[in-house]
């Protein structure tokens, strides 16, 4: 009878237990949910010359086409820099949706550019402030031709390095900042071009100005100048459009350059002297597997 007893009483309580169990599950579900992330800090992987903190997302190939035109200053003789023409054709990769890969080759000095992107961090509602994106590159210089080079120039001469952290809040649904501490180092430099290290700080940011349009500015100070050279520091401004899978952006630089060895240690225009470049990034994504 103490067993059936026993028995009894346990199939009764066993449903108040279970129920009892179930509660306190989801009760620590909700304390231990997973953080809300903040999404489109920026619209694309560009802000205007330089990377946002957006990677591509994992099986996306992002093909991205640069032009920059020539100087507005250059008068109705040269329609006003429409006449001359510097591009940049890329691609990115994403291998997981925190690393990209991408490669590219752009017109000025004929260059061949690589580089790494991972996201470290990533801003949430109620943890993380920021997101913070890693920056490496390399940049291998084709011109000047083996013929045409100074005596003792060598292939590890074309060479150059970059390495960024990017360090981005989004504010509010229409306000985001970004910092860009870099280095840059070029294995050659050339008589009063700078130093082989260089240090900059960029900054830049965007307003929202509606739902596919944004308003974007950047500028790099450089840390170190060398006062001989003829090189002024990068400032941009851009106006964003997303139509679809495509970024639209309009750009106007002081630099040709897109990429970081270039337009940060190598702008030779005043932004405010009328040197300015007006120019396009076009951002295309496919997604190549599916998303999980």
Do not use: C
């Amino acid at each position: 009878m103490k067993k059936s007893h026993t028995l009894a009483l346990t199939l009764f309580l066993l449903p108040l237990f279970a129920s009892a169990q179930d509660d306190l599950l989801g009760e620590l579900e909700k304390n231990t949910s997973a953080p809300t992330y903040i999404a489109q800090t920026f619209k694309g992987s560009r802000l205007v010359n330089g990377h946002t903190v957006e990677t591509t997302g994992a099986g996306t190939l992002e093909f991205i086409f640069a032009h920059r035109f020539g100087r507005l200053n250059g008068g109705a003789y040269e329609l006003f820099g429409l006449d001359d023409a510097f591009v940049r054709i890329g691609l990115e990769y994403g291998i997981t949706d925190n690393l990209s890969v991408g490669v590219g080759r752009n017109s000025v000095d004929k260059t061949i550019d690589s580089y790494l992107k991972y996201r470290v961090l990533r801003q949430s509602k109620s943890g993380v402030p920021v997101t913070i994106t890693a920056f490496g590159s390399a940049a291998y210089q084709t011109s000047p031709r083996k013929e045409d080079a100074p005596d003792g120039f060598q292939n590890s001469d074309r060479l150059a390095y970059t390495g960024q952290l990017l360090i981005a809040r989004k504010f509010t649904s229409s306000f985001s900042l970004q910092l860009m501490p870099t280095i840059v180092h070029k294995n050659y430099v050339a008589d009063n071009t700078g130093a082989n290290d260089q240090v900059a700080i960029g900054v830049g940011g965007r307003i929202k100005v509606s739902r596919s349009v944004s308003l974007n500015a950047e500028y790099y100070y450089r840390v170190n100048p060398d006062a001989s050279t003829p090189y002024k520091d990068a400032l941009g401004f851009a106006i964003d459009i997303e139509t679809g899978g495509h970024v639209f952006q309009i750009v106007l630089t002081n630099t040709r350059g897109m990429i970081e060895r270039a337009f940060i240690t190598e702008t030779d225009g005043d932004f405010f002297d009328g040197d300015i470049h007006l120019g396009f990034n076009v951002t295309r994504a496919f997604q190549l597997k599916k998303r999980k």
